[in-house]
């Protein structure tokens, strides 16, 4: 399985961006699906994950302002992301875990900056 994010580029403060996370297969049988993020001289973090039974989760910095969803059918997940921040800046990437199998995507850049 592959993983492609788009959606990424410069934004400026308070606005808002959604990224999309294509999988070239199903989607269905993933037990987790996670947005992470690294910025410069910075250790990737965690961002948002969404279970396969539907529960979310979000790193504390992205409450309240960041979405994980999933569409099954485009077999692609997605991350609403508003009221962004500078400090949001980083290269964000997505990964797909399941019994036996992890994949990461190859990242996508996000620039909030005026």
């Known amino acids: 399985v592959q993983l492609v994010e788009s959606g990424g580029g410069l934004v400026q403060p308070g606005g808002s961006l959604r990224l999309s996370c294509a999988a070239s297969?199903?989607?269905?049988?993933?037990?987790?699906m996670n947005w992470y993020r690294q910025a410069p001289g910075k250790q990737r973090e965690m961002v948002a994950v969404?279970?396969?039974?539907?529960?979310?989760n979000y790193a504390d910095s992205v409450k309240g302002r960041f979405t994980i969803s999933r569409d099954n059918a485009k077999n692609t997940v997605y991350l609403q992301m508003n009221n962004l921040k500078p400090e949001d800046t980083a290269v964000y990437y997505c990964?797909?875990?399941?019994?036996?199998?992890?994949?990461w995507g190859q990242g996508t850049q996000v620039t909030v900056s005026s």
């Open positions: 990964r797909m875990r399941r019994i036996g199998s992890d994949y």
């Open positions: 297969g199903s989607i269905s049988s993933f037990n987790a």
């Open positions: 969404l279970t396969g039974g539907g529960s979310t």
